[in-house]
């Protein structure tokens, strides 16, 4: 959920079960690795672990070993769930349907993992395992399945908001069902509608954006508020149904905004800059020119979202990767280059720096070289400027070894480069670079922006304000502390007393 868009409808009226909770809690503002890692959000979540500590950053992870990309599951992340910390202390837990949660195990109470959770990389599974056929003949699965396997017309949006609304429902009866069975110490639930609606139906709710219709003939544009209304109808039932004893806490890992981003033009940029491979595209043009197009990603625009799902479906699972390094990276000869593009989400840029004794095509000197490149890239792209407006492209760039730490660190890209959405802009220049026309290559109108929240009823009026601004690490170890349940080392600190 969009922090902004819940603020105001809230007050509006239009979300009365979360307006409650502003009115019987507090609310806050969470920092949120969407900043720069936005895959990594429900880990940190639901182990209190920054990026570095976990396995697994993205689906599609550059690997310093074989200077290459490879495919990784949501099942090797290797953090452990506050959930396996409670049930494990003894707390009867219910477990149902959170983002990017790995196969499930043993579990002192119940847990469902990918019934109908947006972009989950694992198996639907379930504890105890009899549970999945009782689930299957009471509610069926989710009706929306991948979000993005549909079509950016209008008859497609039309079906895929008839489903995320169904789905919403659904997931409500599910929870409802789950948590009437027994007493439970903590029920954690996940709903995934809000987020497939801020991907596929941002232009129609925002005037700014260029594909915005103002007469909206297509009658969609309140698409994204009615999502909203729906969880916040279901949201409210099941508040009703755990008692106004027991403490609630409502939070989304980070935002929705409009996706306005350079990442795919990220190398061709670093080129630009003189970090790519000698000579290519190094030399600054100061006319304005159409950046690279990568012609997997229009292939990804131009067919059907399903139809790319069923031939996906087909081919062997080597080539499928193949098909997602190039929407990503496209070709990849990165031999020469001091800096690459890597993948990630397409809000955020990520950049690997080819560090000797570190990356197989290493050409950077650890320590001094090493830091002087980061921050050499960090100042370029700090510079780079929409023409259009004078403003900045960049909102936040990040050195990773500055913001995170843990036995992952090294793979991690080195820096991210959060893009500003705040605005409409297709094109970047600075000094170095040149001017560079940069053409759409999403089929989405939107993406994640950093910013999450919490609501908490039940939790008493003093949180834990002095320190610094809460984060999304934080909610773990505040849950554990309501249980009553030992923290073991996380990054995060309960957030209430
Ligand atoms: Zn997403």
């Known amino acids: 959920m969009e922090w902004t868009l819940v603020l105001d409808w809230a007050q509006q009226g239009k979300l009365p079960a979360l307006r409650r909770l502003f009115e019987e809690g507090v609310h806050m503002e969470l920092a949120s690795t969407a900043a720069q890692l936005p895959d990594t959000v429900w ?3 639901y182990a ?28 090797v992340i290797g953090a452990t769930s506050f959930w396996k910390i409670l049930s494990e202390a003894g707390r009867r837990v219910c477990v149902v349907d959170i983002p990017k949660s790995p196969v499930i195990g043993p579990i002192n109470g119940i847990s469902i993992a990918n019934w109908g959770s947006h972009g989950s990389r694992s198996a639907y599974t379930a504890h105890p395992p009899g549970l999945l056929k009782e689930i299957g003949s009471r509610f069926g699965r989710h009706p929306v399945g991948h979000c993005d396997a549909g079509g950016g017309d209008t008859k497609s949006l039309r079906e895929l908001r008839r489903r995320l609304l169904a789905g919403a429902e659904l997931r409500g009866q599910l929870c409802r069902f789950l948590m009437q069975r027994e007493n439970w110490d903590v029920f954690f639930a996940g709903f995934s509608e809000t987020h497939c609606a801020g991907h596929h139906f941002w232009h129609l709710l925002d005037a700014t954006h260029p594909r915005h219709d103002p007469a909206d003939t297509s009658g969609l544009r309140d698409t994204i508020e009615s999502i909203y209304r729906a969880v916040d109808q279901q949201v409210g039932e099941l508040i009703d149904l ?23 033009n990220l190398q061709e940029i670093l080129d630009r800059l003189g970090f790519g491979q000698p000579g290519v595209n190094a030399v600054p043009e100061r006319e304005r020119t159409n950046a690279r197009v990568n012609p997997w990603r229009l292939l990804k625009m131009k067919v059907p979202g399903r139809l790319q799902y069923a031939v996906k479906a087909m081919l062997p699972q080597r080539l499928q990767n193949e098909l997602v390094f190039r929407w990503y990276a496209g070709a990849r000869n990165w031999a020469g280059c001091r800096a690459i593009a890597v993948p990630n989400n397409d809000s955020t ?14 050409v950077v000197a650890p320590g001094h070289e090493y830091r002087k ?10 510079e780079l400027v929409d023409p259009q407006t004078g403003r900045k492209a960049a909102r936040q760039v990040t050195l990773t070894y500055e913001e995170f730490e843990g036995r992952f660190l090294d793979q991690l890209p080195d820096l991210t480069v959060l893009w500003d959405q705040r605005f409409a802009w297709d094109e970047v220049a600075s000094p170095r670079i040149g001017n560079l026309k940069i053409r759409r290559q999403d089929s989405r109108s939107g993406s994640h922006t950093p910013c999450g929240f919490l609501l908490a009823r039940g939790y008493g009026a003093s949180p834990v304000v002095t320190g ?10 505040t849950v554990l502390r309501a249980a009553e349940v030992n923290m073991p080392d996380m990054d995060g600190r309960a957030l209430f007393y």
């Open 43 to 45: 880990p940190a979540i």
């Open 349 to 362: 840029g990520a950049i690997r720096i080819l560090v000797k004794g570190r990356d197989r095509h290493g």
């Open 468 to 477: 610094p601004q809460a984060t999304i690490y934080d909610i773990a170890p």
């Open 373 to 382: 490149t980061c921050e050499s890239i960090a100042a370029a792209l700090g």
């Open 48 to 75: 209190g672990a920054n990026p570095g500590r976990l396995a697994k950053y993205f689906y599609a992870q550059y690997d310093a070993a074989r200077g290459d990309l490879r495919m990784l599951s949501d099942d």
């Open 242 to 264: 755990a008692g106004s004893e027991t403490r609630c806490l409502l939070f989304s890992g980070h935002g929705m905004g409009p996706i306005w981003h350079a990442s795919w």
